[in-house]
DNA sequence: TACTCGCACTAGAGCGCGCTAGTAGAGCGC
DNA sequence: GCGCTCTACTAGCGCGCTCTAGTGCGAGTA
């Protein structure tokens, strides 16, 4: 910068005004400064400006690298991020890699906000971080939490598949849960009471999973081994998300059942994945640009004014229907 | 920093060699002023920690937020540039955030090299970054730029999927195209090749597209209207990556083509994606922990000796026989 | 005793910027 | 001529840390 300076014959400060893009250099001068900055290749280096800033006006995003959702979330940040004036810094959970290592990551590059996309942390943790920093949560409710949150309303998009499925005759609907993954226990909740709802108490049946292929799978194994044992097939399957569902209809149709005709499968999010069957996934649609959107204006918004009460927003989800799905099989007499 | 020397009793200095476990502190400091630190809150500042080491340790990968294949990939990194005792900063290309906004986030963050998982960027450009930085492209070989690359030696692999598909008698095998994608040139060129060598030229055909889905959907829709004009199908398909795989077999099974009784489909990456098809997809395997190990290493390599060449690391691939290939349809008389 | 050595620790410069407070000079009205 | 404002620009401190070149001190050696 002191090269750009001495080259250009200015100070510096002029130069890191023309940088800033702020008011306080003539045209000439700024472009005379640019171009020798070009010559020199001379960069602005943001380490430097953030410490002498103060303010680094980057959000820390925290994502799952597998979870095929984030990447549509991940995809609305950037933009409305950018609108704001904001960086987006990327951090990925995975293998070996928690999310407290992913969000120190964050903290320690300057992030003055974090964006969670489905933590899994113990409330507890969330809401010590909401107190160190400005945090959201997407997907996960945590109201106990000094944390904004942003999600859909689980319980009415499990009701419309549910008063879907049972419409087409379905009864023993089962739930393939998602564990602590984001919106689990909504999606449960509301599960339980439209099987009350709708009368059928007695078909009622949560399997524990996860949000990931493999539950998926493993619970095929299982409704397969039961099945071969005597006891009935469900009709319909409720997942925890696509990618159980997709792991769900793995399993089952290289055992031969045919979806939809012998069961009807049903996912959650509209991820990419779920155009991608064949037959395409129905699924409950979040709108993960939406989403994004909110996430990131919450988080702005809290920079901007500290005292503002964590907020919620909960978006409207979407039975989307496709080709996983279809009239319950007829009941053999 | 300042706050936690005060409170005990030692110097900044010293607090400094404590956070970086650095020798020259008795163990007793060392345990009170972290104890201090910790009551404190205080963590220290990456941003001034960079500036004032003048490296900062840190690789940053640029990759595309739904090329299933990049989140293998980064999924490996992180332990390999742990061990390294190197940071990973992720920048996604996304719908309006081309190659050269993702690379210049990370610059500008100071990362020391930039790991580019498949570029699309023009050979000179990435020669200039090469130039300007350390830089490793992943998936795509760049000889004629100042990089390194990591990539697997594609003819080796197309080679051996065009063997087992003629072994199996099939006669009419058409490639989709990846486009300008990473390492489709070598594809398309040894699929011409292999044609060549089983003396099937005149059923030579290669389909434009791109590495994804939707490129494999149109290829369907077309393979099928052309059917529908009288044209035989092909009986096998050489795809340019997973993705498109799948998006072809969605068109195909959508209208009733049953694969592979029909038509056999062989893709190539083997990312998660490929056991997700209820059949598993037939598909070219590129190790991506091997990828990213090399890719991480070249980087630090490179920047611990500067005037070391760019070097190339050709992986060997596999063919991964899986549900959505097998033996040609009997042709009718 | 005088010295060297090694260990625990410190002073203070400097990393590359942003920013505040300020100056020099041009243009204006009176 | 004076004071005034406005624009274009500059000096220099400080952001939070690392790092070099030290200081002070007790133990070991001549």
Do not use: W
């Not at 009935?232 to 990618?243: C, E, F, S, Y």
Request: aromatic content about 4%.
């Amino acid at each position: 910068m002191a090269d750009v300076a001495a080259k250009a014959g200015v100070s510096r400060a002029l130069v890191s005004i023309i940088f800033r893009d702020q008011p306080g250099a003539s045209q000439e001068t700024r472009e005379r400064v640019l171009r020798v900055a070009d010559e020199i290749g001379y960069r602005p280096d943001n380490a430097a400006r953030l410490l002498a800033r103060g303010r680094s006006r980057t959000l820390g995003v925290m994502f799952t690298v597998h979870q095929t959702f984030h990447a549509d979330l991940v995809e609305g940040m950037y933009p409305e991020a950018e609108r704001l004036g904001y960086e987006v810094l990327l951090s990925a959970t995975a293998q070996g890699r928690g999310e407290v290592k992913a969000v120190e990551a964050l903290l320690s590059h300057r992030c003055e906000a974090v964006i969670l996309l489905g933590p899994d942390s113990a409330v507890a943790d969330l809401d010590a971080l909401g107190h160190r920093t400005v945090a959201v949560s997407v997907g996960r409710r945590v109201p106990q939490a000094r944390v904004d949150s942003v999600h859909t309303a689980e319980g009415k998009g499990i009701r419309q598949a549910m008063d879907y499925l049972v419409e087409l005759g379905h009864r023993r609907i089962v739930h393939i849960d998602g564990g602590r993954g984001p919106g689990s226990a909504e999606r449960r909740r509301a599960y339980r009471a439209a099987m009350r709802r709708h009368g059928l108490e007695s078909g009622l049946r949560v399997i524990p999973g996860d949000h990931t292929e493999q539950s998926g799978i493993e619970t095929g194994r299982l409704l397969l081994a039961e099945r071969d044992g005597g006891q009935p097939l469900p009709t319909a399957v409720l997942a925890g998300n696509d990618r159980c569902a997709m792991g769900l209809l793995m399993a089952l149709t290289r055992a031969g059942v045919e979806v939809p005709r012998d069961l009807s499968v049903v996912g959650y999010d509209d991820s990419h994945l779920s155009h991608l069957m064949p037959i395409g996934l129905t699924t409950v649609r979040q709108d993960a640009v939406l989403m994004a959107e909110h996430a990131v204006r919450f988080a702005v918004e809290r920079l901007e004014d500290r005292e503002l009460e964590p907020r919620e927003a909960v978006l409207d989800p979407k039975l989307v229907v496709r080709g996983t799905s279809g009239p319950a099989p007829e009941e053999p007499a």
